[in-house]
């Protein structure tokens, strides 16, 4: 089967969440030992995760996968970002290393960590936790041109839909993004300006330090790329996502719509997880109940994706790292939020007094 005829296989395969399997998480919420509504945005995420596997209770999301999706960047040669762009390989190297926040973190929360090289601006040596689906080395500069090829971009959403199906055939039951690569915040604001209809400037954020010259220049850039493609937002999202996106980007959007196939829920990180979450929406809109925002990047574009996309985050913690160190650490609310539906008992079980009137 080839790309093109892959994608097409993915987005068929994502259907609706299940209206009564979450109608009968609200029901069971109700009858639980505790006031009804008394935990809040959890009730919600209980009832949308039911929905998603079309059963209530749903099944535990654990073990869990987190793919840290790398790529480099083209519109770096613009002077976006403070970093040099050999930074992305060496991160690659601490990931794998286990020395980086996410691993922290990972560990923390028993999450298995891998790594995917769909763009790196260099050539990696086969590793244990490396997967290597490299469609191009880095993207071209999204400020004047495509950043990539159609082709390119397909290729990258199914390397995504790719490890999305590897990592659950391996036993995941719950996935969460990760991203690696300098300069990715500006393809970030130019999804986000593209498909959530919002003036660049509104989508440019300092991402890793950018001072206010370097911020000029990436709104000038996401500017650019946005005009070029305005009128591709509805009839054709994935030449918008090979005109403004990331290689990791598109494979994050990949990634999702894997999940959403396989109906699993997918854990956001930060405002590079959910401009590619606006991508993948925009090519299947039921993918959105797959995913999870773990938590609210203090990337401006961050809050606007959000609100597009109709999703609440988990957290706040003015977290702007990246590399799925959000979403890890959401993961164990969005557990909790299920054990409440397996695990609890109801009135009627516990011999306990329902509120009266």
């Avoid at 999706?69 to 601490?94: L, Y």
Wanted: proline share 6%; charged share 15%.
């Amino acid at each position: 089967m080839n790309d093109a005829a892959k994608l097409e296989q993915t987005i068929t395969d994502i259907k609706p969440a299940q209206q009564r399997a979450i109608q009968e998480a609200r029901q069971l919420q109700s009858r639980l030992t505790k006031p009804a509504g008394s935990l809040g945005a959890l009730e919600d995420l209980s009832a949308r995760l039911a929905g998603l596997a079309g059963t209530c209770p749903p099944p535990l999301p654990e073990p869990a996968a987190v793919a840290v999706f790398a790529g480099d960047h083209g519109v770096c040669a613009r002077g976006v970002t403070p970093w040099p762009s050999e930074v992305t390989v060496q991160m690659i190297a601490n990931f794998l290393a286990g020395g980086a926040v996410v691993n922290a973190f990972s560990r923390q929360m028993g999450a298995r960590v891998v790594i995917v090289d769909v763009g790196v601006a260099a050539t990696l040596e086969p590793a244990d936790g490396l997967i290597l689906s490299k469609i191009r080395p880095g993207t071209a500069d999204l400020g004047s041109g495509p950043a990539m090829t159609r082709d390119e971009a397909v290729a990258a959403l199914v390397a995504g839909i790719d490890v999305a199906r590897r990592l659950v055939s391996e036993g995941a039951r719950v996935l969460i993004t990760g991203d690696m690569g300098i300069g990715n915040t500006t393809p970030s604001a130019a999804l986000i300006a593209a498909f959530a209809g919002v003036d660049p400037a509104a989508a440019v954020g300092r991402g890793g330090g950018a001072d206010d010259a370097m911020v000029a220049a990436k709104i000038a850039a996401v500017d650019a790329a946005v005009s070029r493609h305005r009128l591709e937002v509805e009839r054709d999202p994935i030449a918008v996502l090979a005109g403004v996106g990331g290689l990791e980007h598109a494979a994050i959007a990949g990634y999702l719509l894997g999940a959403a196939a396989l109906r699993v829920p997918v854990i956001l990180d930060g405002v590079i997880a959910v401009s590619a979450a606006l991508a993948a929406q925009a090519i299947a809109p039921d993918s959105v109940a797959a995913m999870v925002a773990g938590h609210r990047s203090a990337e401006p574009g961050a809050t606007v994706a959000l609100a597009a996309l109709g999703l609440e985050p988990l957290i706040d913690l003015g977290l702007r790292l990246g590399e799925g160190t959000g979403a890890v650490l959401a993961l164990p609310l969005v557990a909790s939020a299920v054990r409440v539906l397996r695990e609890v008992a109801t009135f009627d079980s516990a011999g306990v007094s329902e509120q009266e009137g």
